[in-house]
């Protein structure tokens, strides 16, 4: 390779070296996952009241609540379940609700709720930092594209409701940058999708997909929010509603920009002018 080539290479290696980023991940960085499942069922002469079992963990919760009288005649279910799983270039985050309930009384009342929440003790949200695979820092402020999927479902019967959001009772699924810690919960939103409502006998069944620009170093904030409610008075049979809604992200390379291409191409194209002016082959 002449020394005009081997220049021009190294300029480009290194300019594309400074708009991609390899070998970046997601790491868990503060706040929780929430679960909470509670159940009630009663009738003219007896009442099954259990305290409602409430779930914090860093990354994966479950929670699960029943009650039952007469022999299982009337009965009421709350079952939560909710994982964040950083792995690699990934992250994807699932919460899942069900509430059932059975009853052959008329004389009979069931009640059951459930949630899944990334709401924290401080700021509501689960959050990441987006490291270098290998840890060392030496890539931390190369630029990276997040690119998301969501998907979100949501199926309620008779007497049943439930809703799919950002948690905290939020407005919106969101994805936030660099909002930790904050006093507004949804500062710098940089993806969300409305909040959803569904109630008795209604279904959503939906997915959405997105992307957005970061720098390795900054704080990836997931407010996500799952809760599936049951009311029901009188003789009713699998009553029933459930909930659930799936974030995968992925951190990948930026591309190197058109821009520096055409840099390039210009380049080559006057070397091999200059060579043609000069007579060198």
């Given at each position: 390779m002449k020394k005009g080539m081997l220049v021009i290479f190294v300029v480009l290696f290194t300019v594309s070296m400074a708009y991609t980023a390899f070998g970046a991940t997601f790491s868990y960085y503060s706040n929780y996952l929430f679960s909470k499942s509670d159940a009630k069922v009663s009738n003219d002469s007896e009442t099954d009241d259990p305290e409602p079992l409430s779930v914090w963990n860093y990354l994966e919760v479950e929670s699960v609540r029943d009650?039952?009288?007469?022999?299982?005649?009337?009965?009421?279910?709350?079952?939560?379940?909710?994982?964040?799983?950083?792995?690699?270039?990934?992250?994807?985050?699932?919460?899942?609700?069900?509430?059932?309930?059975?009853?052959?009384?008329?004389?009979?009342?069931?009640?059951?709720?459930?949630?899944?929440s990334t709401r924290g003790f401080a700021t509501p949200g689960i959050f990441f930092?987006?490291?270098?695979?290998?840890?060392?820092?030496?890539?931390?402020?190369?630029?990276?594209?997040?690119?998301?999927?969501?998907?979100?479902?949501?199926?309620?019967?008779?007497?049943?409701?439930?809703?799919?959001?950002?948690?905290?009772?939020?407005?919106?699924?969101?994805?936030?940058?660099?909002?930790?810690?904050?006093?507004?919960?949804?500062?710098?939103?940089?993806?969300?999708?409305?909040?959803?409502?569904?109630?008795?006998?209604?279904?959503?069944?939906?997915?959405?997909?997105?992307?957005?620009?970061?720098?390795?170093?900054?704080?990836?904030?997931?407010?996500?929010?799952?809760?599936?409610?049951?009311?029901?008075?009188?003789?009713?049979?699998?009553i029933g509603a459930s909930a659930s809604q799936n974030l995968d992200m992925e951190v990948n390379a930026v591309p190197i920009p058109g821009a520096v291409w055409l840099l390039g191409s210009g380049l080559f194209g006057l070397v091999a002018v200059r060579r043609r002016k000069s007579g060198i082959s």
């Open positions: 009650a039952k009288i007469s022999n299982g005649d009337i009965s009421a279910y709350g079952y939560g379940h909710g994982i964040a799983e950083p792995s690699e270039n990934t992250l994807s985050i699932y919460m899942e609700d069900n509430v059932s309930g059975m009853s052959n009384d008329t004389n009979s009342y069931i009640e059951a709720h459930n949630s899944v930092q987006i490291t270098p695979e290998n840890g060392t820092g030496e890539n931390k402020g190369d630029p990276v594209q997040i690119n998301l999927t969501w998907r979100g479902d949501l199926t309620t019967s008779e007497g049943t409701s439930g809703h799919l959001s950002g948690g905290g009772g939020g407005d919106a699924i969101a994805v936030t940058l660099n909002n930790c810690p904050s006093s507004n919960p949804l500062e710098n939103v940089v993806w969300s999708h409305e909040r959803i409502n569904r109630s008795s006998g209604n279904e959503f069944h939906d997915s959405d997909y997105g992307h957005f620009m970061a720098v390795i170093g900054d704080i990836v904030g997931i407010h996500m929010d799952s809760n599936v409610n049951l009311y029901w008075n009188g003789e009713g049979y699998e």
